[in-house]
Nanobody, 124 residues
């Protein structure tokens, strides 16, 4: 069992930056691939980024590639999402996700554990 707790959401102007963190419980964090998804009102949950158990393997959606960076610190049981050049269309609840087996992922069906979500609002 893994519990995920996100932090760092908030309100930012377009073009600004924001960093999210996700702290995981348990002693097996390094065995999980980790990721971020987001869900805007009235829309389905969509993939943002993921990182494999090895920090060398990262994967991004086309909509955030070049603007967002996912990273992890296994010593701190934490995964991060640095968001730069934010746009109003990035407004959503952002969810941390963990996958127990395999590498980086992009589908909600591949997720074993979800965080509670943190709101990110980008004003124009």
């Amino acid at each position: 069992q893994v519990q995920l707790v996100e932090s760092g959401g908030g309100l930012v102007q377009a073009g600004g930056s924001l960093g999210l963190s996700c702290a995981a419980s348990g002693r097996t964090f390094s065995s999980y691939a980790m990721g971020w998804f987001r869900q805007a009102p009235g829309k389905e949950r969509e993939f943002v980024a993921s990182i494999g158990r090895s920090t060398a393997n990262t994967y991004y959606s086309d909509s955030v590639k070049g603007r967002f960076t996912i990273s992890r610190d296994n010593a701190k049981n934490t995964v991060y999402l640095q968001m730069n050049s934010l746009k109003p269309e990035d407004t959503a609840v952002y969810y941390c996700a963990a996958r127990a087996y395999g590498g980086s992922f992009s589908r909600p069906s591949e997720v074993n554990y979800w965080g509670q979500g943190t709101q990110v609002t980008v004003s124009s």
